[in-house]
Structure formats: structure tokens, C-alpha cells
């Protein structure tokens, strides 16, 4: 079946830098792609939405500003957290969809100290 | 605006008993789809099951079930002999459709965290 891969997995910031997460669609194309952000014990809440070769859509509620969105290729799409701060620590999963489905990947745990 | 409500936070059942996650959900389309995935301890979301609005078919997938029933906007989950590698958290989602076999964005519902004893 399709997959679709995050990168890094985890990883642990100091307040104030930025991350960069990757999605990556690796066996098909995807046009769209969707993040998604988890807290602890809590359901996962879209965050926004991203074509290949435009800007991306983003939830009510979510600063496009600090969660910048880049869908260059028709398999990557990155999700950068500028300035993070402690309350930005969440579990953050994309999607991909390729001709009739969407596929999650592994999602990746953003801790900020 | 669509909203998807598993009204039940937490189970915990013996293992080899049956449980059923429920799911309710609301949305003003007339075509549309909806999910069960499962995210174990690790986190990934594990995929379970999509069903289209005009498909009221019950399905059964070895020990799963799943009940759909329009009339009640209900698309509830059964365990049948239930063991302990079923423990994760159960959500349900819904989805406008796009086109006739794409879908769009997920609404999750808050997740049902099920416990399976020995």
C-alpha cells in the first residue's frame, strides 16, 4: 500500500528556534496534502490544508505566520514551527492524498523546552 | 459545519468480551464518508475501515464490526472477543466527499481509549 513518511520522528527544540517537518508521499503523488496537530489525550485537529504549487489553507485559530506551510513537490510537503515556544510541544501527523485516498503518516512528537 | 461526537471517553472490558465504540456525527452534506482508525501507544493511525454515505451495508473484517445507520447518524464500531492487542485509542472521522470516490479533510471524533484486561 502507499506510504507516506515523516521526518524526524521526534524531536527536541529550545524555545525560540524554528523546526522543519517533512511529509513525504513516497510511492505516489499528491496534490494535497493536510496536517494535523494532536496534544496529549486529546483528538487530532486539522491545522491546514496544502496544494502543490499554491498557499496553503489554514484552519480558524491556526497563525500562518508561525506554522508556515511549503508544498513544493507533488511528494513533499514541510510544516515549519518558527519561534517555538513550550505550549507548540504536540504530536503533528500529515496526510497525503493521492487519486481516491488519503494516507497518514507516522506523525512526528515536537517537544519545545 | 461537520462534527463527529464518541461520546464514550474510556472502556475497559475482560478480555473475550465484546465492546462496541459508538459515534455519532452531523453534517449537512449528502454525500460524504466516514472512518474508524486506531492510534496504539506509538501513535501512528492505523486504518480501519471508510465507508461511503450511500453504502449502509453493515461490514464485518474478522473480529471487527461496523453498524451504520443514516437514520440516526450512527456509525458505531463492535469488538467482537476482545484481546488485549485491541488496546489504543479508537477514533472515528468524517469526510465531505469530492468527487465521487475522493474525499477531503478529516473531523475526528475526541477518540475512546479502550482498555482490554487479561
Known amino acids: 500500500g502507499a506510504v507516506v513518511s515523516q521526518h524526524p520522528s521526534w524531536v527536541i527544540c529550545k524555545s525560540g528556534t524554528s523546526v522543519k517537518i517533512e511529509c513525504r508521499s513516497l510511492?505516489?503523488?499528491?496534490?494535497?496534502m493536510f496536517w494535523y496537530r494532536q496534544f496529549p489525550k486529546q483528538s487530532l485537529m486539522l491545522m491546514a490544508t496544502?496544494?502543490?504549487?499554491?498557499?496553503?489553507?489554514?484552519e480558524q485559530g491556526v497563525e500562518k505566520d508561525k506554522f508556515l506551510i511549503n508544498h513544493a513537490s507533488l511528494t513533499l510537503s514541510t510544516l515549519t514551527v518558527t519561534s517555538a515556544h513550550p505550549e507548540d510541544s504536540s504530536f503533528y501527523i500529515c496526510?497525503?492524498?493521492?487519486?481516491?485516498?488519503?494516507?497518514f503518516g507516522p506523525g512526528t512528537r515536537l517537544t519545545v523546552l | 459545519a461537520q462534527k463527529v461526537t464518541q461520546a464514550q471517553t474510556e472502556i475497559s472490558v475482560v478480555e473475550k468480551e465484546d465492546v462496541t465504540l459508538d459515534c455519532v456525527y452531523e453534517?449537512?452534506?449528502?454525500?460524504?464518508?466516514l472512518f474508524w482508525y486506531k492510534q496504539p501507544p506509538s501513535g501512528e493511525l492505523v486504518f480501519l475501515i471508510r465507508r461511503n454515505s450511500f453504502d449502509e451495508q453493515n461490514e464485518i473484517s474478522g473480529r471487527y464490526s461496523w453498524n451504520f445507520q443514516k437514520s440516526t447518524s450512527s456509525f458505531n464500531f463492535t469488538i467482537t472477543a476482545s484481546q488485549v492487542v485491541d488496546s489504543a485509542v479508537y477514533f472515528c472521522a468524517l469526510s465531505e466527499a469530492i468527487t465521487g470516490t475522493s474525499y477531503g479533510k478529516l473531523t475526528f471524533g475526541q477518540g475512546t481509549i479502550l482498555t482490554v484486561h487479561p
Open positions: 510511492d505516489f503523488q499528491a496534490t494535497t
Open positions: 496526510s497525503a492524498r493521492g487519486l481516491d485516498e488519503q494516507f
Open positions: 453534517t449537512r452534506d449528502t454525500t460524504y464518508y
Open positions: 496544502s496544494n502543490e504549487g499554491s498557499k496553503a489553507t489554514y
